[in-house]
């Protein structure tokens, strides 16, 4: 998936190894809302698992391969029209080659949009 120009982070704060908090700003004309649906454009729930594995490799700078998806709850719809910041609230668990993340992505006035848990298989360069 081309996330090219879709985001840009705005804070990044990790206060130790297994936590990370990102807020981002999403480009409300990026292409994928053209598609994603041209009158009433919303995040696709797929961009957002994205998201959560670009923001988790590049804070382990691994490479990173989905194994599983657990728990995975999207609370409320986001229209970049209206509301285009989202904060990223990530809890690592590394296990030898595996990656858990929990996720609690929220918008800033702390109002939920999804939850899950992912499994990443670290991949060996």
């Not at 959560?52 to 590049?58: F, G, M, V």
């Not at 709850?73 to 970049?80: R, T």
């Amino acid at each position: 998936m081309d996330l090219k120009d879709f985001y840009t982070i705005t804070n990044r704060q990790s206060p130790d190894a297994n936590t990370l908090q990102v807020q981002l700003q999403l480009n409300s004309n990026h292409k994928i809302f053209k598609g994603h649906f041209p009158d009433h454009p919303v995040l696709p729930g797929v961009a957002m698992l994205q998201i959560i594995k670009e923001l988790s490799a590049s804070h382990f700078k691994k490479s990173l391969f989905m194994k599983a998806a657990q728990r995975v709850k999207f609370i409320n719809l986001v229209a970049p029209q209206q509301q285009n910041t989202l904060v990223f609230n990530l809890a690592f668990q590394q296990d030898k080659d595996l990656l858990k993340v929990k996720n609690s992505t929220t918008f800033v006035d702390e109002t939920p949009v999804m939850n899950c848990t992912i499994t990443y298989q670290i991949q060996s360069k």
